[in-house]
């Protein structure tokens, strides 16, 4: 059983920068791969970006390549998101993931067995 709860989300406008926060407790942290994903009004849960269990693979969508940044911290169990150049389009409630068995690769949410309860991040323009 893995409990995972996200901070760090607010407004910013847009260009700017937020950095998202996964805390996990309950079982091993290191041995899952985690992942971001987002949920905007009226469209279906997507992928961001997901990381192994040893945090030297990372996978991103391409509408926000070279903005985010995922990471993790195994010692403080925690998985992070770095988000700069922020847009409006990026508006959303962002949620963690955690699976034992995904792949880094994997960008479908039925792929993913625990979920946090998700924060908000709204860009203005």
């Known amino acids: 059983q893995v409990q995972l709860v996200e901070s760090g989300g607010g407004l910013v406008q847009a260009g700017g920068s937020l950095r998202l926060s996964c805390a996990a407790s309950g079982r091993s942290f290191n041995v899952y791969v985690m992942a971001w994903f987002r949920q905007a009004p009226g469209k279906e849960r997507e992928f961001v970006a997901a990381?192994?269990?040893?945090?030297?693979?990372?996978y991103y969508a391409d509408s926000v390549k070279g903005r985010f940044t995922i990471s993790r911290d195994n010692a403080e169990n925690t998985l992070y998101l770095q988000m700069n150049s922020l847009k409006p389009e990026d508006t959303a409630v962002y949620y963690c993931?955690?699976?034992?068995?995904?792949?880094?690769?994997?960008?479908?949410?039925?792929?993913?067995?625990?979920w946090g309860q998700g924060t908000q991040v709204t860009v203005s323009s």
């Open positions: 990381i192994g269990w040893s945090g030297r693979s990372t």
């Open positions: 993931a955690a699976d034992l068995y995904a792949l880094v690769t994997d960008t479908t949410p039925s792929r993913y067995f625990y």
